[in-house]
């Protein structure tokens, strides 16, 4: 039986489209997925995440944990900043790509991708013996609410009192909304400016009506799961399960930058990665266009004269752009953009361009 997100309730009543998303009942869309995915671009759209992995840590040696445990220098992040990093196993392939904020000295929160929650509680458990830490998955206890697009601003500087001029991407600042404690970020997954918030999954349905309400007169619409897989596709954003995976390092994925080797403290994976960092690419990430409205997508096979070199990872339509973008693997000798390949569209050969990433860059 899936879990049911803290505001359930409140979707039902908000008619929403349900879909099981790694054991959770999460909204798919509660109309129009093309209007809220053009919500978020053109004016802000509120999602749901509370299926997130949340993991915290506290303790004097904390951050010196999460450097033994994850890929990059957490003991280096600043209290009030947050860091994308990932969790490798031994022979370097990715367990989860996570999001970690620094709350105080020896307070630290990890986010992790909902499939991945449990694995990443368990695995930063048992990394953490040894070191004077205290682990604790607070997943159940905490509700996550995303405002996204250009006008989240206007609509969080309403409901808070937090400095919104003052706070940076990938910085965070506790305040209050809906007369709830909460954290407030400035982080997403859209590739538009946009916040996301914290809460005690008790004050979950607070904090979303509140935000409703606050944005009500600049077209900030609820979103759901299928928007913001098109808005992270147009923004060239990985998924883990797509475009990330176990089988695969940070480097396959052309993200070997998040790999910090010269932090003193050894850490897990950290001899595989040094042999896959001096290793040649096998493939590179790519961004593929195409025209008409047929659009690649997760398993189709990519073509150069007919042949298959690579496989999608992730396709859709744009909403934004007006035709069909996906994400691939593809070897080396066929990444520079304007290589014409193909992909394979169940029996039928559409013809593509090799594009850089992202599709999208809000100005």
């Known amino acids: 039986m899936s879990t049911l997100s ?18 959770w009942s999460m909204p798919l869309r509660y109309g129009s997925e093309l209007a809220e995915h053009r919500a978020v671009r053109e004016a802000a759209g509120l999602f749901d995440l509370s299926h997130m992995g949340e993991i915290e840590l506290t303790g004097p040696e904390a951050g010196r944990a999460l450097d033994y445990a994850l890929v990059g220098n957490l003991s280096g992040l600043k209290v009030g900043r947050a ?38 509680a368990g695995e930063l458990t048992t990394r953490a013996e040894g070191f004077t830490v205290e682990v604790v998955d607070r997943s159940r206890d905490c509700a996550l609410v995303a405002c996204q697009g250009p006008r989240s601003a206007a609509i969080i500087g309403r409901v808070c009192d937090a400095d919104l001029s003052g706070l940076s991407y ?12 909460v954290l407030l970020a400035r982080t997403g997954y859209t590739g538009e400016d946009g916040f996301e918030v914290f ?35 147009e923004a060239g954003m990985p998924l883990y399960g797509n475009e990330l995976s176990v089988e695969m390092s940070p480097f396959d994925a052309g993200l070997g930058r998040i790999v910090k080797f010269d932090k ?22 790519v961004g593929l266009v195409g025209e008409g409205r047929r659009a690649p997508r997760h398993g189709y096979p990519v073509l150069d004269g007919g042949a298959p070199i690579g496989t999608v990872t992730s396709g859709a339509l744009s909403p934004t752009l007006g035709h069909p973008i996906a994400m691939a693997y593809v070897p080396p000798a066929l990444s520079e953009p304007g290589t014409p390949l193909a992909v394979d569209l169940r029996g039928r050969t559409f013809p593509v361009q090799v594009v850089a990433l992202p599709f999208y860059k809000r100005a």
């Open 170 to 181: 990938y910085g965070s600042v506790p305040t209050r909304v809906g007369g709830h404690d």
């Open 6 to 23: 803290p505001l359930h309730d409140v979707h039902t009543a908000l008619g929403a489209s349900f879909t099981d998303f790694a054991g």
């Open 199 to 233: 809460a005690e999954a008790a004050h979950a349905a607070d904090v979303w009506q509140t935000l409703t309400e606050a944005g009500a007169d600049d077209g900030l619409l609820p979103a759901g799961l299928a928007s913001r897989d098109t808005l992270r596709l």
């Open 83 to 120: 860091r994308y990093t990932m969790i490798c196993d031994a022979d370097g392939g990715v367990l989860d790509d996570l999001v970690v904020y620094r709350l105080g000295e020896d307070h630290f929160m990890v986010v992790a991708n909902a499939s991945n929650a449990a694995l990443v």
């Open 264 to 285: 003193p403290a050894d850490f897990v994976g950290r001899a595989a990665l040094e042999e896959r960092r001096k290793a040649p690419a096998a493939h590179v990430r």
